[in-house]
């Protein structure tokens, strides 16, 4: 089984982008060992962006100011897509 959630934002990836329907769904798929996903892209100007594709598991939300969020500094380099 396979679960993946693709969001893509300019900056940092809110927690709050993801439903709480979509984030059981990934727990559910993560818990019972099978792959989960968040894809994310960063976009960076024109037609310019990193793209990740990031265990559910391991996503290393932070929080910053009141809300958790992720960016592409927080990112592994073995996450990286490269197209």
Known sequence: ???VEAKS?????MRSAI????????????KVGHAAY?????????????RFAVPWQLVPWRKLKSAL???PT???????IIP
């Open 1 to 3: 089984m396979l679960a």
């Open 69 to 71: 969020s992720i960016g």
């Open 9 to 13: 934002t300019k900056g940092r990836l």
């Open 19 to 30: 439903q709480p329907k979509q984030a059981e769904q990934l727990d559910a798929v993560a």
């Open 38 to 50: 968040l894809l994310v892209e960063f976009r960076i100007g024109d037609n310019r962006y990193n």
């Open 74 to 80: 927080d990112m592994r380099l073995e996450w990286l």
